[in-house]
């Protein structure tokens, strides 16, 4: 009970989708969309994942993606310090070469990466470490 009488069943569900879930990390975020089809389906909304991202440009959530040969980490960045907190290790979910990632672009979370060996297109989630293969870049020169 929250208080005298209300239960979570009278929480609006628009408080609880947008004041709170909105507020959790996307990977678990994820993860809730596992609970039920009405939650998957209002956790894959256009206006949760709008404001799910608006919330995450706060100086407090900000990340910064390093790529070194065949590594990647994930630091926060400290503001007050202009340094990085500790690390944690991302692992490229597809095969790649030393010095072989390039980020072409970035959304919202999302990478544009091109595998500079195959020239393959790919569009990657680190959080998720999702990916789909996009296209593979036709070089003029060699047409």
Known sequence: MLNKGITMADLPVHTIVFEILTRVPAKDVGRFKSVCKQWYALLSTQDFVRMHCSR??????QRVLLIDDLTCSVHPIIFQ??????????????????????????????????????????????????FKHLSTLILMDSI
Request: charged residues 5%; aromatic residues 8%; hydrophobic residues 35%.
């Open 81 to 130: 310090s202009n340094d990085y907190g500790p690390s944690s290790i991302v692992t490229f979910p597809f095969h790649h070469h030393n010095n072989d990632v390039s980020i072409l672009s970035h959304l919202n979370g999302l990478l544009c990466v091109c595998l500079n060996h195959t020239y393959e297109l790919l569009l990657w989630n680190p959080t998720t470490t999702a």
């Open 56 to 61: 995450s440009l706060v100086s407090s959530n």
